[in-house]
């Protein structure tokens, strides 16, 4: 990879310290995946990539606490959001706290893949439409084959 092309990669930083700290990603595919420590592994993304990351605490007085965040790298230029595992910083679609929050983002997802929609090539804006319902009451809104239909069409007009 040349140097010009990394300045435009997004970094994610993932740590795994079992039963303590575990953070994995739930979608995506990085182009590249660089050890830190015996600990923490760095994750690169190309511009545009959709990427799902979950992270789970435990805390010394027994209290666990998870959160599911759904991230856009952005393209040379686009505003980034400083994100505490995104170094780089990234476009935060979603991002859900709790158990009950996290596991209806995540029945959301295996909907998707039962219905053979890879998460990652969702149009950003329905993940961005599910967490404002999620905060208005729970609303769950429908991801139709037809929207992604429109959606991937779209994309590839010039």
């Keep these: 990879m040349n140097h010009a092309s990394r300045e435009v990669m997004t970094h994610l930083e993932l740590t795994w310290l079992e039963k303590r700290i575990e953070q994995w990603l739930r979608f995506g595919h990085a182009l590249e995946t660089q050890p830190i420590d015996r ?34 790298a952005p393209h040379a230029g686009e505003p980034r959001e400083r994100l505490p595992f995104v170094p780089t910083g990234a476009e935060r679609l979603l991002h859900r706290s709790g158990w009950a929050q996290v596991r209806t983002v995540l029945a ?7 219905r053979r929609i890879n998460p990652v090539h969702v149009c950003p804006s329905y993940w961005q439409q599910l967490a404002n319902g999620l905060q208005e009451g729970g609303i769950v809104p429908s991801y139709t084959t037809g929207r992604h239909e ?8 010039p």
């Excluded at 600990?39 to 990539?49: M, W």
């Design 39 to 72: 600990y923490r592994r760095r994750l690169c993304f190309a511009p545009g990539a959709v990427f799902a990351l979950l992270r789970w605490t435990q805390a010394e007085c027994g209290a666990a606490a998870c959160c599911i965040d759904i991230v856009r």
């Design 108 to 114: 959301v997802i295996d909907a998707l893949e039962q």
């Design 150 to 157: 429109a959606w991937l069409c779209g994309r590839t007009v």
